[in-house]
């Protein structure tokens, strides 16, 4: 069975600060456990199946970008060789179309 490495982007990186930022409001010790809990099922998912995840059409890049839901939220990742790149992750209820649009 073939393993990918999963890396988180600095945008990533930052998605996940500013959702621990976020739960850290109503509980710090929370925020850190939540943000090890969803970089391991990143981790633990995509390094297996990295095609897990439905294909996002809605913005037009050169390569394939796919997402991967978990709890409330949603990654963003592509697969290039042996590496998944984790691009952004962020809460459902935002206004996703319109925060990637600003990425353009």
């Known amino acids: ?19 621990a930022k976020y739960i850290a409001l109503d509980s710090p010790v929370k925020a850190e456990s939540f943000i090890d809990e969803i970089v391991e099922a ?11 995840g439905r294909v996002y059409d809605e913005i037009a890049t050169l390569s394939e970008i796919r997402t991967l839901p978990y709890k409330k939220y949603i990654s963003f990742y ?6 998944v790149e984790i691009l952004f992750i962020f809460n459902s209820a935002q206004n ?6 600003s990425f353009n």
């Open 1 to 19: 069975m073939k393993i990918y490495t999963v890396v988180l982007t600095s945008t990533a990186n930052e998605c996940l600060l500013n959702i």
């Open 42 to 52: 990143l981790n633990n998912t995509l390094s297996v199946f990295p095609f897990a």
């Open 78 to 83: 592509r697969v290039s060789h042996d590496v």
């Open 96 to 101: 996703i179309k319109k925060i990637l649009a």
